[in-house]
């Protein structure tokens, strides 16, 4: 009789990294936070672009099987190509598929809208909330705010809904045009089908790939070349974003959405921690732990405060394989990068030049040690800005 396979040497690694990201908890003055690893950008056969993503049950087999996630969101287009049967069906499967405790999937959707307003992952806490009709697209050639965008926030407001920007710099993307921090808290700033969209000199840009491949970002750049929706574009215009990532097509394995979740986790626990911009992408099991200390107060990444001191963010990575590079970047402008090539990385960072009475932002990319030959980088993890105003002298 033949004997069983036995567990393979990455998936048991796998599992210990699953584990400690599970097991990790933030003291956050006296709240405990957690990480609940997920995403909400899968598609299956109810999209009409959904032949290679296999079915409805088939995501289901990957978020709880394969990925050992917490949550998940279905986030076919239009609800199912716009059919209230499918948009039904899919809302079924995240009530069957509801484990209290232990792994509690969203109601989401793409709303699938062209540049320069762009696809945006919709997600609520509550079933029923029917789709949204479009109004017509604005033009590219005119930068003002768009109906239908205003729209769609409205209705996320109605119905206590997020939504995020994806692919941003792509022909699914937009121009930044619009903004409402309430509704709109975080952008996908990473997509496993396709590109970084963080800013043009970053790890996996189209720019960045170009000049590895003496090409073109056009040609790099999959799903169109639309430059002005840069994520770093966005953040010099004061948005609030905080930072996910999550896969799109044929993806696997390559964009987690980590909410930093207080209490039970619950649907609403999940959009509660986005709305408070406690979130971070990464590309592997990575874990993120970035704050900054002021008047007794720790600040985590994602929040907006005041110091009178220089700030000093204090930086935690733990990464499923050695961390090569991590770099802090500062209004746009790399301020501080280390190589430490170990797997845990712990070290506080003082700003030498802050300006008093200016509120900047801060963030922290962790890039590990590629995992292959010719790969263009390791794996990634973005920690979500912090926005801080000095007001020492």
């Known amino acids: 009789m033949a004997e069983a396979a036995g567990v393979s040497a990455d998936t048991t690694a796998e599992r210990n990294d699953v584990r400690m990201m599970r097991d990790y908890r933030y003291d956050l003055n006296g709240e405990s936070l957690r990480i609940w690893r997920g995403e909400f950008h899968r598609h299956t056969e109810l999209s009409p672009d ?43 499967a995240v009530t069957l598929f509801t484990l209290p405790g232990h792994f509690v999937p969203v109601y989401s959707y793409e709303r699938s809208v062209v540049y320069p307003e762009g696809h945006r992952n919709c997600m609520f806490a509550q079933r029923g909330v029917r789709s949204l009709p479009r109004l017509p697209i604005s033009s590219p050639d005119k930068f003002a705010p768009a109906p239908d965008t205003n729209l769609l926030y409205m209705y996320l407001h109605h119905f206590k809904g997020l939504c995020a920007s994806h692919t941003s710099a792509t022909q699914m993307g937009t121009d930044w045009r619009n903004n409402d921090p309430i509704v709109e808290p975080f952008v996908e700033i990473y ?26 970002p056009e040609k790099e750049s999959l799903g169109g070349w639309r430059p002005l929706g840069f994520v770093n574009l966005a953040l010099l215009k004061g948005y609030r974003l905080a930072f996910q990532s999550s896969s799109d097509h044929i993806s696997t394995h390559l964009s987690y959405c980590n909410v930093l979740i207080s209490g039970e986790p619950t649907r609403e626990a999940i959009l509660d921690a986005i709305r408070k911009r ?68 712990e070290f506080t960072w003082t700003d030498p030049k802050p300006t008093a009475g200016k509120t900047s932002y801060y963030y922290v990319r962790g890039e590990q040690a590629p995992d292959m030959d010719g790969a263009s980088s390791g794996e990634l993890v973005w920690a979500s800005p912090m926005w801080i105003k000095y007001d020492g002298k």
């Open 191 to 216: 997509q496993g089908d396709r590109n970084n969209y963080e800013r043009p000199d970053a790890p996996r840009s189209a720019v960045t790939e170009a000049k590895l491949k003496q090409s073109t």
């Open 50 to 92: 959904g032949g290679g993503d296999g079915g409805l049950l088939d995501m289901w087999r990957y978020a709880i099987d394969a990925a050992a996630f917490d949550w998940i969101g279905d986030g076919d287009h239009d609800y199912g190509n716009g059919r209230e049967y499918s948009w039904w069906t899919t809302q079924k």
């Open 278 to 345: 406690r979130v971070y992408g990464a590309t592997d099991n990575i874990l993120a732990d970035v704050r900054c200390r002021t008047g007794g107060t720790d600040h985590l990444m994602g929040e907006e405060f005041t110091t009178t001191d220089a700030p000093a963010l204090r930086v935690k990575i733990v990464g499923a394989k050695n961390i090569a590079k991590v770099v802090i970047v500062k209004d746009d402008v790399v301020v501080h990068e280390i190589t430490p090539n170990t797997r845990q990385v």
